[in-house]
């Protein structure tokens, strides 16, 4: 019986909570992956896997696992999956169109209940419309809608300003002296932070926002080429008890069917 548990850490306030499993595409990639939904607060948590490769098990209340890898669920903007879903259905090349909103769930090669589930959310659907689309009301009963890039252009810009840029990646700007290199370097990094639930076509065009981030890229080139200049001791100097550098840390992915 051990070997059918899983240990699955949640976020204190979803503790207790009737969560949903849900199979939606990735923003990314399209695959298949697992995420959870809070039907009452119309929210969405990712199942993050962490792997720790057979070197750890876990231990119950009678019980042991000897495979000690976990699910982490970590909150995710489900406008990220309802971006890539409108996008394949309304987008081709730099054109446009309008697609009946409603058939997503029949169109999409996923499951069918799960994106339903997901559009039931009428709060969050509803945002999902007003932040990213433009939408016509055919009749009563019909909504089109088609992606408006301005829209989307302008929340992917918010969701990158620098106030959010996360204390876990001060080190991509120490020794940055000059305040506006500086600034263009923590927004670059908030671009790829975020490119890792967009479609290319969103990531060129957000890069393209934030005018190319070239002076970034000439600064790390430089810092790369000074780098590179230096000699490191081989690792058979090490002091005994110091961490080799090549340690591969535990591999963290997110978790597919």
Known sequence: MSADRKVIIVPEKYSGRSLKRLQLPHPRTGAPCSYYADMESESLLEVVGVDMNGKRSWMGNGWVRSDGSLSMLTPVDPLFIYLSMITNMSVSGEETKFVDVDSISLESQMDAQSISALMSMSTLKQRALDVLCEARQISDNVCVVKIDQGKVLSWLKRKCSVERFPAALNGCVEGIADEELREQTKAREMV?????????????????????????????????????????????SYTPGVADPKTKLASVKQEHR
Request: proline residues 4%; aromatic residues 14%.
């Open 192 to 236: 790829l932070l975020v490119s890792e639930y967009l479609q290319p076509f969103w990531t060129d065009k957000l890069i393209s926002e934030f005018g190319g981030f070239a002076q970034v890229c000439e600064n790390e080139k430089k810092a790369t080429k000074a780098n590179s200049a230096i000699a490191f001791d081989s690792p058979e």
